[in-house]
């Protein structure tokens, strides 16, 4: 089975702190993922990465930034974190094949006080 | 681009019933449609695909639909359970993009 997994399900930080979300997936898979889920909104893609070392926009990257150094992992960082980026922080991945399904992390639930 | 909506947010059934979420999208370009489950607490799941090509596929269950003349498909859950509780998302891509446009889901709700 393909595995998902994130480094948290639940943080708490503090207005302007660094945050780093870790992903990692045991697929071998060459897309990962960075998304936001808040009530209402669905799913809205941050950034996605397609190789090692490259990375793409999303539709809501302002406030954001990421990082693939190996194949399986994919970090997400919020560079001074702000409160209306508590939301709850879904990582996925999949084949660069297009038309296959994406596999979702756990997701991590991101509280900014 | 890409938008996709749902009909309803909230479906409530009985158990034992059939349920019918529905989805609509925007651009008739569109070829991969797939349907996500997720539990409270837990990542989308995948649980059934479809391609352009076909009207209708079948798992376990649950049937997909797809109209592309409206464009528009519906999950179908035979003899709902309990366990089927969850929201249900569709997600649409295009031109062999890996980067799907999700909806923004329906709670289905079960009552025993």
């Known amino acids: 089975d393909v595995k998902v997994t994130q480094s948290s399900r639940y943080l708490v930080k503090r207005t302007g702190e660094k945050v780093f979300l870790e992903c990692v997936q045991d697929?071998?898979?060459?897309?990962m993922f960075w998304y936001r889920q808040d009530p209402g909104l669905g799913l809205r893609l941050i950034y996605f990465?397609?190789?090692?070392?490259?990375?793409e926009k999303g539709d809501i990257p302002e406030g954001y930034s990421v990082s693939r150094e190996k194949k399986e992992r994919f970090s997400l960082i919020l560079e001074s974190a702000s409160t209306n980026q508590t939301s709850m922080y879904l990582c996925?991945?999949?084949?660069?094949?297009?038309?296959?399904?994406?596999?979702f992390g756990p997701g991590t639930r991101l509280t900014v006080t | 681009g890409e938008s996709v909506g749902l009909h309803l947010p909230t479906l409530s059934v009985q158990e034992g019933d059939n349920s019918i979420i529905n989805c609509a999208y925007s651009?008739?370009?569109?070829?991969?449609f797939i349907w996500y489950k997720q539990e409270s607490g837990k990542g989308p799941q995948f649980i059934i695909d479809?391609?352009?090509?076909?009207d209708k596929r079948q798992g376990q269950r649950v049937t997909v639909l797809l109209n592309k003349t409206v464009k528009h498909l519906s999950l179908q859950i035979a003899a709902t359970q309990p366990g089927d509780s969850a929201v249900y998302f569709c997600?649409?891509?295009?031109?062999?993009?890996?980067?799907?446009?999700f909806g923004r889901g329906t709670s289905l709700i079960v009552h025993p």
């Open positions: 697929m071998d898979h060459e897309n």
């Open positions: 651009n008739s370009a569109s070829d991969y």
């Open positions: 997600a649409v891509a295009s031109g062999g993009s890996y980067i799907p446009t």
């Open positions: 479809i391609r352009s090509n076909m």
């Open positions: 990465s397609y190789d090692v070392k490259m990375k």
């Open positions: 996925a991945s999949s084949f660069v094949i297009g038309g296959n399904e994406q596999y």
